[in-house]
């Protein structure tokens, strides 16, 4: 049986198109949420919320982008 290391090196030669699939598939695979140690999913459970009643506290992906690399 190859180890994952193997396997990877392997998927790692596959065509993009076939890697993106691969991960597709072993993605889908997985539950919904594997952990939330950090409460992460509660978190953005709340900021959909927020959107959801306020639109307009969206920002735009310049707005975004400005904010990250002022």
């Given at each position: 049986?190859q180890?994952?290391?193997?396997?990877?090196?392997?998927?790692?030669k596959?065509?993009?198109?076939?890697?993106?699939?691969?991960?597709?598939?072993?993605?889908?695979?997985?539950?919904?949420?594997?952990?939330?140690?950090?409460?992460?999913?509660?978190?953005?459970?709340?900021?959909d919320?927020?959107?959801?009643?306020?639109?307009?506290?969206?920002?735009?992906?310049?707005?975004?982008?400005?904010?990250?690399?002022?």
């Open positions: 049986m180890t994952l290391s193997e396997i990877e090196l392997e998927a790692m596959l065509p993009e198109a076939e890697r993106a699939g691969l991960a597709s598939r072993l993605l889908g695979s997985l539950p919904a949420v594997l952990s939330d140690s950090d409460d992460g999913v509660a978190e953005a459970l709340r900021r919320a927020e959107l959801e009643r306020d639109p307009t506290a969206a920002l735009t992906l310049e707005q975004l982008r400005r904010g990250v690399h002022p």
